[in-house]
C-alpha cells in the first residue's frame, strides 16, 4: 500500500479477526496474507523533497505527483522476486471506479486465487490517493483496477484500501470458519444474514425463538434460511431483485 498516512493501517494490522491474520497470528489454513503499508514520501524526488504540487489550470489545490508513484512501483518492483511489472495489479480507490460489492471481491478474489497452488498469482498494489487527487497520466500508465466503495467522497484512498483488503481477506477459505470456497455458488447468494441472539434468553420481555432452543438442527436451519430471506425482502428487496 502506497499511502502518505501509512499509520492509519496500525489498528488495523492488529486489532480484530482480520488483525490477527495480517499479523500473522491466525492462519488462514494454507494461506497468509502480508499487508505492507510504504510511505510514498520515501519516494520523493528533487530538492524539495515534495510528493505533490499545485494543479497545472489554476484550480486551488495540490495533486499528487506521477514520478513519485511510479518511483514507488519501481521500489516495489526490486523488492520482490517479480519478472515484471504484470506480476503486479495496481489498484487505485476512486469515486471514479466501479463500486465495490461482494461481486467484484468475488472476481478479485478468483483472479488472485490459484485453485491448485498455494499463492495468489499477482501482488496488489493499492495506491492512496489526497488531496485533489493524483496526477492523471500515473492512472493512465500504470493503474489496473479502479474502485470506488460508494458514491461520496472520503479524504482519501486508506479507508477505502482498508475496507477491500477486509472483505477480501473474509473471502479466503479458513478465515473466520469461514470453509466456503471462493468457488463455492452458495457463498455467492446475495442474502442478508439471519438475525442471531444470545443470552439472556428474556431481555425486557423479549424471548429469544424457542427454535433456536428447540434442539432441532433441521428446524433451526430452516427458520434461519427463512430469517435471511424475510430480513431480505423487508430491509434490501434489491438484492433479491437482482
Ligand atoms: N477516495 C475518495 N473517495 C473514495 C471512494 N468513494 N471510493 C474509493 N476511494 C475513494
Redesign the pocket.
Given at each position: 500500500v502506497l499511502s502518505l498516512f501509512p499509520e492509519f493501517f496500525e489498528p488495523f494490522q492488529t486489532a480484530g479477526v482480520v488483525g490477527k491474520v495480517l499479523s500473522g497470528e491466525r492462519k488462514l489454513g494454507q494461506w497468509s496474507v502480508e499487508l505492507i503499508p510504504v510511505q510514498l514520501r520515501n519516494f520523493s524526488l528533487g530538492h524539495y523533497k515534495s510528493v505533490d504540487d499545485t494543479l497545472y489550470g489554476g484550480s486551488a489545490g495540490m495533486v499528487i505527483r506521477a514520478d513519485v508513484l511510479a518511483n514507488g512501483i519501481q521500489w516495489i518492483l526490486e523488492q520482490g522476486e517479480y519478472q515484471s511489472r504484470e506480476d503486479l495489479e495496481v489498484i487505485f480507490?476512486?469515486?471514479r471506479g466501479p463500486r465495490w460489492d461482494h461481486d467484484l471481491a468475488m472476481e478479485l478474489g478468483r483472479s488472485h486465487f490459484k485453485p491448485q497452488g498455494t499463492c495468489f498469482s499477482k501482488d496488489l498494489v493499492f495506491i492512496c490517493?489526497r488531496y485533489e487527487g493524483i496526477d492523471e497520466r500515473f492512472v493512465q500508465k500504470y493503474v489496473d483496477k479502479m474502485?470506488?466503495?460508494?458514491d461520496?467522497?472520503?479524504s482519501?484512498?486508506e479507508l477505502?484500501t482498508m475496507v477491500m483488503v477486509d472483505g477480501l481477506i473474509r473471502l479466503v477459505p479458513g478465515c473466520l470458519g469461514n470453509n466456503a470456497s471462493l468457488r463455492d455458488e452458495s457463498f455467492q447468494r446475495p442474502l442478508l444474514d439471519y438475525p442471531v441472539y444470545t443470552k439472556p434468553r428474556v431481555f425486557e420481555e423479549m424471548e429469544v425463538p424457542s427454535v433456536l432452543t428447540s434442539g432441532h438442527h433441521k428446524e433451526i436451519a430452516r427458520y434461519q434460511e427463512q430469517k435471511r430471506l424475510e430480513l431480505t425482502q423487508k430491509y434490501r428487496p434489491d438484492l433479491l431483485a437482482d
Amino acid at each position: 500500500v502506497l499511502s502518505l498516512f501509512p499509520e492509519f493501517f496500525e489498528p488495523f494490522q492488529t486489532a480484530g479477526v482480520v488483525g490477527k491474520v495480517l499479523s500473522g497470528e491466525r492462519k488462514l489454513g494454507q494461506w497468509s496474507v502480508e499487508l505492507i503499508p510504504v510511505q510514498l514520501r520515501n519516494f520523493s524526488l528533487g530538492h524539495y523533497k515534495s510528493v505533490d504540487d499545485t494543479l497545472y489550470g489554476g484550480s486551488a489545490g495540490m495533486v499528487i505527483r506521477a514520478d513519485v508513484l511510479a518511483n514507488g512501483i519501481q521500489w516495489i518492483l526490486e523488492q520482490g522476486e517479480y519478472q515484471s511489472r504484470e506480476d503486479l495489479e495496481v489498484i487505485f480507490p476512486t469515486p471514479r471506479g466501479p463500486r465495490w460489492d461482494h461481486d467484484l471481491a468475488m472476481e478479485l478474489g478468483r483472479s488472485h486465487f490459484k485453485p491448485q497452488g498455494t499463492c495468489f498469482s499477482k501482488d496488489l498494489v493499492f495506491i492512496c490517493g489526497r488531496y485533489e487527487g493524483i496526477d492523471e497520466r500515473f492512472v493512465q500508465k500504470y493503474v489496473d483496477k479502479m474502485v470506488s466503495i460508494g458514491d461520496y467522497v472520503i479524504s482519501g484512498g486508506e479507508l477505502a484500501t482498508m475496507v477491500m483488503v477486509d472483505g477480501l481477506i473474509r473471502l479466503v477459505p479458513g478465515c473466520l470458519g469461514n470453509n466456503a470456497s471462493l468457488r463455492d455458488e452458495s457463498f455467492q447468494r446475495p442474502l442478508l444474514d439471519y438475525p442471531v441472539y444470545t443470552k439472556p434468553r428474556v431481555f425486557e420481555e423479549m424471548e429469544v425463538p424457542s427454535v433456536l432452543t428447540s434442539g432441532h438442527h433441521k428446524e433451526i436451519a430452516r427458520y434461519q434460511e427463512q430469517k435471511r430471506l424475510e430480513l431480505t425482502q423487508k430491509y434490501r428487496p434489491d438484492l433479491l431483485a437482482d
